[in-house]
């Protein structure tokens, strides 16, 4: 069994930074595609970033130039610095990978974690 859990999110302030970090954990062959995603009240979920496993990344634009990707795959971690947070990235922000276990490769997400920008 594969587990994604994510931590870092809270409440910040408008133009202040937030870093968030996922780790992955279970019975994993291989890690492909990580990235995070994020739903805001009464919006579909969409995506933020992904990074792939040649390193090569793809942001959203609204977050381009502000919120940076990382990935550790020694650490099967994936983290995202957000900075110059607005308040219209508040939102429930998901981890996401495709992890390989012997059965096959899988999409797996983590439970989520709210991130709050307002005064």
């Known amino acids: 069994q594969v587990h994604l859990v994510e931590s870092g999110g809270g409440l910040v302030q408008p133009g202040g930074s937030l870093r968030l970090s996922c780790v992955a954990s279970g019975s994993i062959v291989s890690i492909g595609t990580m990235g995070w995603y994020r739903q805001a009240p009464g919006k579909q979920r969409e995506l933020v970033a992904v990074?792939?496993?040649?390193?090569?990344?793809k942001y959203a634009d609204s977050v381009k130039d502000r919120f940076s990707i990382s990935r550790d795959d020694v650490k099967k971690t994936v983290s995202l610095q957000m900075n110059s947070l607005k308040p219209e990235d508040t939102a429930i922000y998901y981890c996401q990978a495709v992890i390989g276990v012997a059965a096959g490769s899988y999409d797996h997400w983590g439970q989520g974690t709210q991130v709050t920008v307002s005064s």
């Open positions: 990074v792939r496993s040649d390193g090569s990344t």
